[in-house]
């Protein structure tokens, strides 16, 4: 992961203080982020959201946020985040603001998508389908498996302990 740190001092969510890291993430210098809004960072249709964010319980320093969102960069194109901020508390015990961290989860995102897409193609399919591990053991079938062989998935899985996929299939 690629991670960048930023901290927000008022209730507004200006940002006060950005890494070089955070700037190469945005796509901007780091003397344009601070200063400027952390609605910014996310879709116009979300910045509404910050509001929402820097909503942390002020009576519990304790308390954070942690979400993966949608995040924009300054030339407009999106990127997936994982942030994780908390209330900024110094050494007198006065809260400052918000203390945070993005890790760049695009890639992360990305496989979740394709694994959902498979999921659904297996449950969906017309076609028999059986999951099998590298040795040929049947790890899973889908329902047309079922219904085209007879067999159940607790027969299968039952079966899978002894017999291979070829065994199945003719």
Request: glycine share 8%; net charge negative; with cysteine.
């Given at each position: 992961?690629?991670?960048?740190l930023?901290?927000?001092?008022n209730?507004?969510?200006?940002i006060?203080?950005?890494?070089?890291?955070m700037a190469?993430?945005f796509?901007?210098?780091?003397?344009?982020?601070?200063?400027?809004?952390?609605?910014?960072l996310?879709p116009?249709?979300h910045r509404?959201?910050?509001?929402?964010?820097?909503?942390?319980?002020?009576?519990?320093?304790e308390?954070?946020?942690?979400?993966?969102?949608?995040?924009?960069?300054?030339?407009?194109?999106?990127?997936?985040?994982h942030?994780?901020a908390?209330r900024?508390?110094?050494?007198h015990?006065?809260?400052?603001?918000?203390?945070?961290v993005i890790?760049?989860?695009?890639?992360?995102?990305?496989?979740?998508e394709?694994?959902?897409?498979?999921a659904?193609?297996?449950l969906h399919?017309r076609e028999g389908?059986?999951?099998t591990a590298?040795?040929g053991?049947?790890?899973?079938v889908?329902?047309?498996?079922?219904?085209?062989?007879?067999?159940?998935?607790?027969e299968v899985?039952q079966?899978?302990r002894?017999?291979?996929?070829?065994d199945?299939?003719?």
């Open positions: 992961f690629r991670r960048v930023f901290r927000s001092v209730e507004r969510g200006c006060t203080q950005a890494n070089q890291r190469e993430m796509g901007c210098p780091v003397n344009s982020l601070i200063g400027s809004d952390c609605g910014n996310l116009p249709e509404g959201d910050i509001c929402q964010l820097l909503q942390i319980d002020t009576a519990d320093a308390s954070a946020l942690d979400s993966d969102r949608l995040f924009y960069r300054s030339d407009q194109t999106s990127f997936w985040g942030l994780t908390r900024f508390v110094d050494t015990g006065d809260q400052s603001g918000l203390v945070g890790a760049d989860i695009t890639v992360r995102k990305a496989a979740e394709k694994n959902q897409l498979a659904s193609v297996f399919a389908i059986t999951i590298a040795d053991t049947i790890i899973d889908n329902d047309a498996f079922t219904r085209i062989t007879g067999y159940s998935r607790e899985q079966a899978a002894i017999a291979h996929a070829d199945f299939v003719s």
